[in-house]
């Protein structure tokens, strides 16, 4: 079974920036795509973009189009979010997750994700 380990999170002024990292263990990392996932207090968990699992065709919802960057290393086991000119509304605790499926594509909608990581907080304030 796949294990997920988000890190990276942390206080940041707005405009600032932050490098997410999802190591996986325990199962074929490269064999499924990997969805970036935030929930902030009181809403919704939401889908913030995702990746194939070759690593050649990321996925973004239009909030983070053009500031957030998913990319991953197969080789390290490694899924990672870069987030650029951070807002204050992209304050959330955000989750990497595993597709339950091995497809060529991948997804935002959290209900097709298995495994989950436990969730890193990022906290945009001055």
């Known amino acids: 079974q796949v294990q997920l380990v988000e890190s990276g999170g942390g206080l940041v002024q707005p405009g600032g920036s932050l490098n997410l990292s999802c190591a996986a263990s325990g199962g074929t990392f490269d064999y499924y795509a990997i969805g970036w996932f935030r929930q902030a207090p009181g809403k919704e968990r939401e889908g913030v973009g995702c990746i194939n699992s070759s690593g050649d065709t990321p996925y973004y919802t239009d909030s983070v189009k053009g500031r957030f960057t998913i990319s991953r290393d197969n080789a390290k086991n490694t899924a990672y979010l870069q987030m650029n000119s951070l807002k204050p509304e992209d304050t959330a605790v955000y989750y990497c997750?595993?597709?339950?499926?091995?497809?060529?594509?991948?997804?935002?909608?959290?209900?097709?994700?298995?495994?989950w990581g436990q969730g890193t907080q990022v906290t945009v304030s001055t």
């Open positions: 997750a595993t597709d339950r499926a091995h497809w060529s594509g991948c997804r935002t909608i959290a209900t097709f994700y298995i495994h």
